[in-house]
């Protein structure tokens, strides 16, 4: 191999996959090992972290990409994938359009959601309680923003994915494959903001926080929250993209074409 050879190979160079004429290793695991005997969530796991991941750990994973895979057309990522299928670019096209759509406050809040629990845990770590650091670190996060990811749903009264995911973690905790840390540390924030809303309508964790307990107690870092999500919703884009080609609308937009948008009165530029 020529230095200039290396230097191209060293350019490229990735643990990830190796690729050599008749020869395909994922993580240097061959791909015929594992083609019939390995689930697609254990791959994504194996890309990822670089080993398999155990039967309960896989479950639990699975189960967080359950149920982020679709929420219908209320959905900007949905919405724009289906608009996109009717403007003569292809289905990639229309997946790509959807996915760009996941951007901080629709998509992101996974990962700050993650970030947000591990403050609590560290401010757990050095003495505080659970309580005390659920407080400290909303307090934190509210003064930046009076959201709180995780938290609440403009749609769902009582996110309907909240509890069977909660009661899976409940599961590994008992059975101690996650520690329950992060579990304890969004809970902490739950009942934190039920003592702020006595009487109000409550505001229980939603798909984000409840998968953000899973990826968090699994050992994800916060980004890749973010960027599973993207792969659970994918899914349902690819769906709902697919389905709106086969309805014949052609140049589909926001509103049904009866709909015209109200007018505001101009404001003077300044």
Not at 129 to 151: H, K
Request: proline fraction near 7%.
């Amino acid at each position: 191999m020529t230095s200039a050879q290396d230097e191209a190979a060293q350019w490229w160079a990735t643990a990830v996959s190796h690729i050599e004429p008749g020869s395909i290793e994922l993580r240097d695991r061959p791909i015929e090992q594992l083609i019939g005997e390995v689930g697609f969530v254990d791959v994504i796991w194996l890309l990822l972290r670089g080993d398999l991941p155990s039967p309960r750990q896989s479950a639990l994973l699975e189960a967080a990409l359950v149920a982020g895979v679709d929420h219908g057309p209320q959905a900007p990522s949905i919405a724009a994938a289906r608009m996109a299928a009717t403007c003569g670019v292809g289905l990639n096209n229309a997946i790509a359009t959807g996915v760009n759509m996941l951007g901080d406050a629709h998509g992101g809040a996974g990962q700050q959601c993650v970030e947000m629990l591990t403050d609590i845990r560290t401010l757990h770590d050095t003495g505080s309680t659970w309580d005390e650091a659920a407080r400290r670190a909303m307090a934190t996060w509210q003064s930046r923003s009076r959201y709180l990811p995780g938290f609440g749903h403009r749609f769902h009264p009582r996110d309907p994915r909240r509890d069977p995911l909660l009661d899976l973690v409940d599961q590994a905790v008992a059975d101690h494959v996650v520690s329950g840390d992060y579990l304890h540390a969004a809970r902490a924030v739950e009942a934190t903001l039920a003592r702020r809303r006595e009487g109000a309508r409550p505001v229980p964790m939603n798909i984000d926080g409840a998968t953000a307990v899973i990826y968090a107690e699994l050992g994800f870092q916060p980004p890749l929250a973010r960027g599973l999500f993207v792969l659970s919703r994918s899914v349902g884009i690819l769906a709902h993209a697919w389905e709106e080609t086969g309805q014949g609308r052609r140049n589909k937009g926001p509103l049904p074409r009866s709909v015209l948008p109200a007018r505001l009165t101009p404001t003077p530029q300044v």
